[in-house]
């Protein structure tokens, strides 16, 4: 089945509720007229005067409303968060925290996702669909992966609508996120030092201790990345407990562990089961993770927002997975826009890039039993969780939700963007519905060559 399809009939009709958003429409309406409709659950947030920062986080009077109705009101701390989209975009994303009246970290449950206190506001800019994150990050959870949960919403800050975001759960660990144990730091040795370790391969943010990176904020590998031609190397920076929290024995005992697992990986020995990678990985947690970022051809697989984490007496496991907003063909550079090459690959397309990818990747593709498990749990995927009727229909269950509140019309009048090149942008519709259109034809022509692909590894 196209991925075209499904949606002729519903498409025609877009243009005539108002959301097939070209440059002329984009100019019409007000923010009055798009905050007071019923819609989305809509976030109000008032910073009383004071500047937003990237750090620290800065008090907020907060109420959600959800048709009408508030559903929530207190404080919340807010920051800006994200490396080169805070950067880049007038359209800006948001650390929240929920706070009490003494701006203290409370945890409260929010449009019906688990109680906590850290969460994100992200707002889509670049990705003009609106939907490449809330769509795999689904995707992660039905195949059984924790993805952060997410939902469409609306924001008002400072009475300035900001147009459409996704309300989402922030990585870290917690027994509904990432659920591993918490390490206390009079646990350095025995069986306490071994986990929970949340490491990230990523650009440094927020507080790391120092500038770039250091041995307060991070370890780094001792196998050079593949075709690597300036001396880069990988990093792999302490995300829990973090740069501030961990103690010199718990350094010790992940980066030691890591390093253990790579000089297995690069052994000739590497496919043994005893001696090789295995003692030191959750094999099937590294499918899925090479999967999901095959399947959306991630810019930045592998090489940056790439998590993974160890519990206590456990073996590494790869993931959760974040940020595609520059996947699914959203991005015109090495490769990212093709639907014919492997995201493992990046470093032989550019290999002068600072961040590249480790060498893991292309070593586990030469183990016949790893590329064994791989193709049968993409059959199995495939069959259920990945098919293309699936996919669909997690796509026009997002489009009929931003469509029937109006969300595509608010979002592009408030910036408007439809027709213009946005960093980094493979394609430029001059309409909502030919961006969205790109993207599923993007996906079945990316399906189409990585049936045949895996196959043949």
Same mark, same amino acid.
């Given at each position: %089945?196209?991925?075209?399809?499904?949606?002729?009939?519903?498409?025609?009709?877009?243009?005539?509720?108002?959301?097939?958003?070209?440059?002329? /429409?984009?100019?019409?309406? /007000?923010?009055?007229?798009?905050?007071?409709?019923?819609?989305?659950?809509?976030?109000?947030?008032?910073?009383?005067?004071?500047?937003?920062?990237?750090?620290?986080?800065?008090?907020?009077?907060?109420?959600?409303?959800?048709?009408?109705?508030?559903?929530?009101?207190?404080?919340?701390?807010?920051?800006?968060?994200?490396?080169?989209?805070?950067?880049?975009?007038?359209?800006?994303?948001?650390?929240?925290?929920?706070?009490?009246?003494?701006?203290?970290?409370?945890?409260?449950?929010?449009?019906?996702?688990?109680?906590?206190?850290?969460?994100?506001?992200?707002?889509?800019?670049?990705?003009?669909?609106?939907?490449?994150?809330?769509?795999? &990050?689904?995707?992660?959870?039905?195949?059984?992966? $924790?993805?952060?949960?997410? *939902?469409?919403? +609306?924001?008002?800050? !400072?009475?300035? $609508?900001?147009?459409? $975001?996704?309300? %989402?759960?922030?990585?870290?660990?917690?027994?509904?996120?990432?659920?591993?144990?918490? #390490?206390?730091?009079?646990?350095?040795?025995?069986?306490?030092?071994?986990?929970?370790?949340?490491?990230?391969?990523?650009?440094?943010?927020? =507080? =790391?201790?120092?500038?770039?990176?250091?041995?307060?904020?991070?370890?780094?590998?001792?196998?050079?990345?593949?075709?690597? /031609?300036?001396?880069?190397?990988?990093?792999?920076?302490?995300? &829990?407990?973090?740069?501030?929290?961990?103690?010199?024995?718990?350094?010790? $005992?992940?980066?030691?562990?890591?390093?253990?697992?790579?000089?297995?990986?690069?052994?000739? +020995?590497? /496919?043994?089961?005893?001696?090789?990678?295995?003692? &030191?990985?959750?094999?099937?947690?590294?499918?899925?993770?090479?999967?999901?970022?095959?399947?959306? !051809? =991630?810019?930045?697989?592998?090489?940056?927002?790439?998590? %993974?984490?160890?519990?206590?007496?456990? *073996?590494?496991? %790869?993931?959760?997975?974040? +940020?595609?907003?520059?996947?699914?063909?959203?991005?015109?550079?090495?490769?990212?826009?093709?639907? @014919?090459?492997?995201?493992?690959?990046?470093?032989?397309?550019?290999?002068?890039?600072?961040?590249?990818?480790?060498?893991?990747?292309?070593? #586990?593709?030469?183990?016949?039993?790893?590329?064994?498990?791989?193709?049968?749990?993409?059959?199995?995927?495939?069959? =259920?969780?990945?098919?293309?009727?699936?996919?669909?229909?997690?796509?026009?269950? &997002?489009?009929?939700?931003l469509e029937d509140t109006g969300s595509i019309q608010s979002n592009f009048t408030t910036w408007p963007i439809i027709g213009t090149y946005i960093w980094p942008n493979n394609h430029v519709g001059n309409s909502y519905k030919s961006d969205l259109d790109y993207m599923r034809n993007w996906l079945?022509?990316?399906?189409?060559?990585?049936?045949?692909?895996?196959? @043949?590894?």
């Amino acid at each position: %089945m196209r991925f075209q399809t499904v949606f002729f009939l519903m498409v025609l009709c877009v243009g005539c509720n108002g959301d097939d958003v070209d440059q002329t /429409t984009q100019q019409e309406g /007000t923010n009055e007229e798009q905050t007071e409709k019923d819609g989305l659950p809509h976030f109000y947030m008032d910073t009383k005067g004071e500047q937003i920062v990237d750090e620290p986080k800065i008090s907020s009077d907060a109420r959600i409303e959800e048709n009408g109705t508030i559903i929530f009101q207190g404080n919340m701390g807010i920051e800006f968060r994200g490396a080169s989209s805070q950067a880049l975009f007038p359209k800006k994303s948001y650390g929240l925290e929920t706070w009490d009246e003494s701006n203290n970290d409370i945890d409260v449950s929010l449009l019906g996702l688990p109680e906590e206190e850290d969460w994100i506001l992200y707002g889509p800019y670049s990705d003009k669909t609106l939907m490449r994150n809330i769509l795999i &990050y689904d995707l992660s959870r039905e195949m059984g992966r $924790y993805a952060s949960r997410g *939902k469409f919403v +609306d924001l008002t800050l !400072n009475d300035n $609508y900001q147009g459409v $975001y996704i309300f %989402m759960e922030k990585l870290k660990r917690d027994g509904q996120r990432i659920d591993i144990n918490k #390490l206390k730091e009079d646990e350095i040795s025995g069986d306490d030092v071994t986990g929970g370790y949340i490491l990230k391969i990523d650009k440094t943010a927020g =507080n =790391n201790l120092g500038e770039g990176y250091n041995v307060h904020n991070s370890f780094v590998s001792a196998h050079a990345p593949p075709h690597a /031609t300036q001396d880069q190397k990988v990093y792999f920076l302490y995300e &829990y407990p973090d740069a501030e929290d961990i103690v010199p024995e718990q350094k010790d $005992y992940i980066s030691q562990y890591i390093t253990d697992f790579e000089n297995a990986l690069a052994s000739e +020995d590497f /496919t043994d089961a005893e001696h090789g990678y295995n003692a &030191y990985i959750d094999v099937d947690s590294f499918i899925d993770f090479f999967i999901l970022n095959e399947v959306a !051809n =991630n810019v930045d697989a592998y090489r940056l927002s790439t998590f %993974m984490h160890k519990e206590k007496n456990g *073996k590494l496991h %790869m993931g959760p997975i974040w +940020d595609f907003n520059l996947a699914f063909g959203n991005a015109n550079y090495c490769g990212g826009g093709d639907t @014919q090459v492997w995201a493992y690959k990046f470093n032989e397309r550019c290999p002068e890039d600072f961040w590249l990818v480790p060498f893991w990747w292309e070593r #586990l593709l030469q183990d016949p039993l790893f590329v064994s498990r791989l193709k049968n749990r993409w059959i199995e995927l495939r069959g =259920n969780q990945l098919s293309n009727e699936r996919i669909e229909a997690h796509i026009e269950g &997002y489009l009929t939700t931003l469509e029937d509140t109006g969300s595509i019309q608010s979002n592009f009048t408030t910036w408007p963007i439809i027709g213009t090149y946005i960093w980094p942008n493979n394609h430029v519709g001059n309409s909502y519905k030919s961006d969205l259109d790109y993207m599923r034809n993007w996906l079945e022509n990316r399906f189409l060559w990585l049936d045949n692909a895996i196959e @043949q590894l």
